[in-house]
């Protein structure tokens, strides 16, 4: 069972433009937000995260935007670039438990092409 | 600072060949380790965690299992591959009891085609 939805699977942006990707979550108890990025034979890499206290954080071209009533959440890549393309991966969790450990419920992906 | 290291890159491996895939972490210690399947259209999948040494938890039933020797050493295994056992494996540390949220660091990966 999927947990996390995120939507669309591929985008295609030209450059200069926005990419926007949307994730929805079921489980009312994750309290952490992250997005990660992923380029061709790579791992992913952290790019930004976002606690439900705030409803929109940013970071150079990249905004999270979060809105706990609906239980979504999008990424906003401002000024889309070449370089930008590369797969993003919407994620969440929840507070650790007894045990130190702390699951992350992953998205299907997003691939993304910024196009010249 | 920290680094994970992971290999091999590829791998290709006749059906019911055993499997070996290494995964090491520097500059920290105590770490909590993941093994996750990547496949096209299904995102990552966790397939196993280790909170401590010889501590490991399993995901999903499969194929695979997992071993942590030491501290920052995390080892996937298999006694015969199948051949859905083919993809893209990603071992990822976290610091333990992070109060910021699990932050994952991924290694580079290991693309594993069964043949």
């Known amino acids: 069972q999927q947990q996390v939805k995120q939507s669309p699977q591929s985008l295609i942006v030209q450059k200069g433009g926005i990419s926007i990707i949307n994730c929805a979550y079921e489980?009312?108890?994750?309290?952490?937000f992250p997005w990660y990025q992923q380029f061709p034979g790579k791992g992913p890499a952290l790019l930004i995260a976002?606690?439900?206290?705030?409803s929109e954080k940013k970071e150079g071209r990249f905004t999270i935007s979060f809105n706990k009533s609906a239980k979504q959440f999008s990424l906003h890549i401002m000024d889309s670039q070449p370089g930008d393309s590369a797969t993003y991966f919407c994620?969440?969790?929840?507070?650790?438990?007894?045990?130190?450990?702390?699951?992350?419920?992953f998205g299907i992906g997003t691939k993304l092409q910024v196009i010249p | 600072s920290q680094t994970i290291h992971q290999w091999p890159a590829t791998l290709v491996q006749p059906v019911g060949s055993p499997l070996s895939l290494e995964c090491t972490v520097e500059?920290?210690?105590?770490?909590?380790l993941y093994w996750y399947r990547q496949a096209a259209g299904r995102g990552l999948q966790l397939l196993f965690y280790s909170v401590g040494i010889g501590q490991i938890s399993s995901e999903v039933p499969q194929n695979l299992s997992a071993s942590r020797p030491q501290d920052r050493q995390f080892i996937l295994s298999s006694k015969k591959l199948l051949l859905s056992d083919s993809g893209f494996y990603l071992c990822a540390w976290s610091q333990r009891g992070d109060p910021k949220g699990e932050k994952l660091f991924f290694g580079s990966g290991t693309q594993l085609s069964v043949l």
């Open positions: 994620a969440a969790s929840s507070d650790f438990n007894s045990g130190g450990y702390q699951k992350v419920t």
């Open positions: 500059g920290t210690s105590n770490p909590n």
């Open positions: 976002i606690r439900p206290d705030v």
């Open positions: 489980n009312t108890a994750f309290d952490y």
